[in-house]
């Protein structure tokens, strides 16, 4: 009877017996071995964020930032700050509902590396003589759908795939400006860590989209789209504190776009090859930049933007 019971009751179990049931053809099998990979490259690269934080300050003598600079550095690193604990809340999710063993344990590696990134940028923006406060409603916008989206497949793509290479590129461009050294250095810690997120999204998103209906599949479509639309919006209130670093921003989109552009090519190519569909978005967005990043202080009226529209469409696509 109360064998009967028990058997009853666990119908409905957290525990995913099934999870070494599915069947895998060899190519999952590969990415399955890199995402087990990015587990165990997470715990040997693992850095403590207290000492190596502390050794880069004692290293150049303190935060030494020109006076003009340390408005913008503290303000594009408060938005980086929200998007780790972001990052940290979705690898959390995921480590918790992906099923498969290997995904899950990239997931969980990620998790533990985002604590970091957030509390290291938290204790550097101190450092700084900044508190965090808020951050501008596009770039919340951004962070809120991500965190927001339902399915996997779009958390996935949202956090790993866009996110994580927007990051890296603003990552990038701040260390080569070296506007402050301290920084300039921790970074190349964050990148090292942030390029194994990546792989996260390449490695495991194939099989997910694999299972999507049409009807799916465009949902995902659309939900890049809003993504980048407020990704856009984000960056133009960006715009000028990157342009006081130094920093101009179709610079930096050419260089995301590359960044972004290896890592869905990584992705397309588990999945048979590049949609025809993809080219085309890709040069609409790349009109839709040219029109929006005239650069910092250039007046341009609408047709100056239609047209720089038209010739951004036009452009060739950075390879
Ligand atoms: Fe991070
Ligand atoms: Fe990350």
Redesign the pocket.
């Known amino acids: 009877m109360i064998e009967k019971l028990a058997t009853w009751q666990s119908r409905h179990s957290k525990i995913p017996f099934e999870m070494f049931d599915l069947a895998r053809d060899a190519d999952e099998a590969r990415r399955m071995d890199k995402l087990r990979h990015i587990y165990h490259r997470g715990q040997d690269l693992a850095w403590d964020g207290r000492a190596v934080l502390a050794e880069l300050i004692a290293t150049h003598g303190g935060i030494r930032v020109a006076p003009e600079h340390a408005g913008a550095v503290a303000r594009v690193f408060e938005i980086i700050l929200w998007g780790e604990l972001a990052?940290w809340k979705i690898s959390a999710e995921l480590a918790r509902e992906l099923v498969p063993l290997e995904a899950r344990m990239a997931a969980t590696a990620?998790a533990h590396?985002?604590a970091r990134h957030f509390y290291v940028m938290y204790d550097y923006l101190r450092a700084l003589g900044y508190t965090p406060t808020r951050i501008d409603p596009y770039s919340q916008r951004v962070l809120d759908l991500t965190l927001g989206a339902r399915s996997l497949v779009h958390k996935l793509l949202g956090m790993q795939l866009m996110l994580?290479t927007i990051a890296l590129t603003i990552f990038a461009e701040v260390r080569e400006s070296r506007v402050e050294p301290v920084l300039s250095d921790l970074l190349r810690y964050y990148e090292k860590?942030?390029a194994r997120?990546v792989g996260l999204g390449t490695q495991f998103l194939p099989t997910l989209m694999k299972q999507q209906t049409p009807l799916e599949a465009a949902e995902t479509m659309l939900f890049q789209l809003r993504l980048v639309f407020w990704a856009t919006a984000s960056l133009k209130a960006m715009e000028a504190d990157l342009h006081t670093l130094g920093i101009a921003a179709p610079r930096l989109i050419e260089r995301g776009k590359r960044i972004q552009g290896r890592a869905y090519g990584e992705m397309w190519q588990q999945l048979g090859g590049e949609p025809p569909s993809s080219e085309w978005i890709n040069r609409f967005l790349s009109g839709v930049d040219a029109a929006v990043f005239p650069g910092v202080g250039v007046a341009v009226d609408l047709p100056g933007r239609l047209r720089r529209f038209v010739d951004g469409v036009r452009a060739p696509l950075p390879t």
């Open positions: 990052a990620q590396d985002e994580e860590d942030e997120h």
